[in-house]
Nanobody, 117 residues
Framework: QVQLVESGGGLVQTGGSLRLSCAASGRTLSGYIMSWFRQAPGKEREFVAA????????YNSESVKGRFTISRDNAKNTVYLQMNSLKPEDTAVYYC??????????WGQGTQVTVSS
């Protein structure tokens, strides 16, 4: 079992920045692909960014490319999402997910990000 806890959300103005953290316990994250998803009110959960097991390869959705950066620190068992140039449409609950090929998905409880215009 992997337990994930997100933090770092909050209220920020358009153009501002936030850094989300996803801390894991229960198992080391070093073998897991880590991802961030978000869900806005009335919308489906959508992919934001992912990072491979050692941080060497990252993936971003088109909507956040150039603004958001995912990273991980396996020594701290933590994954980060640096969000810059935030827009009102980035407002959502942000979730992190841990997945190992062939294994189940583990999700955190989410952290709210609100961007005011």
């Amino acid at each position: 079992q992997v337990q994930l806890v997100e933090s770092g959300g909050g209220l920020v103005q358009t153009g501002g920045s936030l850094r989300l953290s996803c801390a894991a316990s229960g198992r080391t994250l070093s073998g897991y692909i880590m991802s961030w998803f978000r869900q806005a009110p009335g919308k489906e959960r959508e992919f934001v960014a992912a990072v491979n097991w050692n941080g060497g390869t990252t993936y971003n959705s088109e909507s956040v490319k150039g603004r958001f950066t995912i990273s991980r620190d396996n020594a701290k068992n933590t994954v980060y999402l640096q969000m810059n140039s935030l827009k009102p449409e980035d407002t959502a609950v942000y979730y992190c997910k841990a997945r190992r090929p062939g294994g189940p998905d583990y999700w955190g409880q989410g952290t709210q990000v609100t961007v005011s215009s």
